[in-house]
């Protein structure tokens, strides 16, 4: 089977992989491989904290997705001899005040609620397991089995992988999908070259709805939602774990890697595609993370970027067939592109190769979405 895949992030790329090995011919079409929100995320593994309720559906996925990473990682390392920055070492979730303790206790009274439980710590608990911590940080949550992998080996390994199994990568932009008969048939470029194929996947994230071609109502809403993050770097141990916190009930994270590496993120801004970095994003980033971590001022500064993550009408990804057969998507993912690769691939693949949806998908199919569109 002849597959064309446009966009080539994470969601893309781990879906080249897969289908690539199971003996289909993939062409991947993505003008900048592996840029886009997969350049900028910080790659926290997290399916808890960044969820609201009524998304018990996508908490579901995400565990999923969560528990498959292990095996993932360590199957594409082997296969590229390429690092990827897995850890699963626990994220720790911290309140700067009260009322930022009382919004934890809230998450964790809801998190039980769905039979996922985190730890309840004290703030003297929290600074023993990250002595950086501020004197004042008042308590915490500690979910053991989230982690990080770093987006930006994570792609290339993704790339590689999908081309060691024959995938092959056209870089150009994707102007449209051919339409004959009533079925997608395949894409043309902006330079006017054909790419035929028996299926397409459209994942090119916030952009998936700008691809011409096709019939209205196929592909919903995806709109852009700015995220502001700055990478800094530290030559001794600042901090162990992913460390997330509500600072006067703003959100923010920290992401340490090994290499020194730490992510500060991210802003949340729905400001269309525009990809500033603004002085007020940055500095609320800071100005929240110093509360926490007053050491990080101490930090050598590296790079300020800014991405767009695509967010559907309900904020859950969009993947499998849609009304155009031949045509499938997999966009959407919001927040939570790289906890949801492993996962996506998987659905994604049997979505292409077999036009079936499997048991997990079934909740987040384009169908769903149909009056919205
Ligand atoms: N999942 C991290 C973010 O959306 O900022």
Redesign the pocket.
């Known amino acids: 089977m002849d597959i064309a895949i446009i966009g080539a992030g994470v969601i893309g790329l781990a879906t080249a992989w897969r289908a690539a090995a199971r003996g289909a011919a993939v062409t991947l079409i993505d003008p900048a491989p592996a840029s886009g929100a997969s350049a900028v995320?910080?790659g926290?593994l997290t399916p808890v904290s960044?969820l609201a309720y009524g998304e018990e559906p996508l908490l579901r996925l995400g565990l999923a997705s969560r528990d498959r990473y292990g095996a993932f990682a360590a199957e594409l390392e082997e296969l590229t001899g390429l690092p990827t920055g897995y850890r699963a070492d626990g994220i720790l979730e911290v309140a700067f005040d009260a009322d930022d303790l009382a919004h934890l206790d809230e998450m964790r009274r809801f998190q039980e609620s769905l039979g996922v439980p985190a730890e309840a710590l004290s703030g003297r608990e929290c600074r023993r397991l990250e002595p950086m911590l501020a004197p004042g940080v008042r308590g915490g949550l500690l979910a053991p089995r989230d982690g990080a992998i770093d987006p930006r080996r994570l792609a290339p390994a993704l790339l590689a992988a999908a081309e060691r199994h024959g995938a092959r990568l056209v870089r150009e932009h994707a102007a449209a999908v051919i339409v004959a008969d009533d079925a997608a048939r395949g894409i043309r470029l902006r330079d006017g070259t054909e790419v035929r194929a028996d299926r397409v996947l459209l994942a090119a994230g916030s952009w998936s709805g700008g691809i011409g071609g096709l019939p209205p109502g196929i592909v919903p809403p995806i709109r852009p939602v700015k995220?502001q993050v700055i990478r800094l770097r530290t030559a001794v141990p600042f901090l162990r774990r992913c460390t997330r916190g509500v600072v006067k009930g703003s959100p923010v994270?920290l992401v340490p890697r090994a290499d020194g590496e730490v992510v500060v993120?991210?802003t949340?801004e729905e400001m269309g595609f525009d990809t500033r970095v603004t002085a007020g994003g940055l500095w609320e980033l800071l100005r929240d993370a110093r509360e926490l971590l007053p050491g990080i001022t101490e930090l050598e500064f590296v790079e300020v970027s800014a991405g767009l993550?695509p967010g559907s009408p309900d904020n859950a990804p969009v993947m499998g067939p849609t009304g155009l057969p031949g045509l499938v998507l997999g966009t959407g993912h919001?927040?939570?592109g790289?906890?949801l690769t492993p996962i996506s691939a998987d659905i994604l693949t049997e979505a292409l190769l077999e036009g079936t949806v499997p048991e997990a998908g079934r909740p987040f199919t384009p169908d769903r979405l149909e009056d919205a569109a």
């Open positions: 995320a910080a926290m960044e995220g994270y993120g991210a949340q993550r919001f927040r939570n790289i906890l």
